[in-house]
């Protein structure tokens, strides 16, 4: 009885789409995760106003995973739309470091990567943008290699 109790009361502050697709992207699923976020429809009436930028972040992950650049959008949103929890605002702000990165972007991602730094009280990310700050300086030394130097 108060097993099931403890699941109503989930259900109702958590979405279970939500939680079903965040493990099942813990799981490197992100098929069957987008399969579970996309039950959701509209997600303005279907979760409470605190859930939104979640779901977007959710979206935004499994995107990330088929199309990196048309993710950004999503994270953007989810950082519009607010998440209480800092080390997930530090994952979406990460995310957007590494999509301009992509776009060779270098002012923006330092800009995302100092933010994240900052927003990862709990240091739950350190590894991750200490990965991202390495890829950055070898992204440096390809663009002096491209860049045309003379090499002797």
Not at 2 to 27: A, D, H, P
Not at 43 to 50: A, I, P, T
Not at 51 to 63: K, P
Not at 135 to 140: I, L, N, S, V
Request: glycine residues 6%; aromatic residues 10%.
């Amino acid at each position: 009885m108060l097993l099931l109790g403890g699941i109503v009361l989930l259900s109702f502050f958590f979405n279970e789409n939500m939680v079903i697709s965040q493990w099942f992207l813990r799981k490197e699923q992100s098929d069957k995760a987008e399969l579970w976020l996309l039950k959701i429809k509209d997600y303005e009436k279907e979760l409470n106003k605190g859930q939104w930028g979640y779901y977007n972040l959710l979206i935004g992950l499994v995107e990330s995973r088929k199309a990196p650049l048309k993710s950004e959008k999503y994270f953007k949103k989810s950082l519009q739309l607010g998440m209480k929890m800092s080390h997930n605002v530090a994952l979406a702000k990460i995310s957007l470091a590494g999509i301009s990165m992509a776009k060779r972007n270098k002012r923006e991602a330092q800009m995302y990567l100092s933010e994240a730094t900052k927003d990862d009280k709990n240091k739950l990310l350190t590894d991750q943008i200490k990965m991202m700050k390495a890829q950055m300086a070898q992204m440096d030394k390809q663009q002096v290699v491209r860049g045309g130097y003379r090499q002797f």
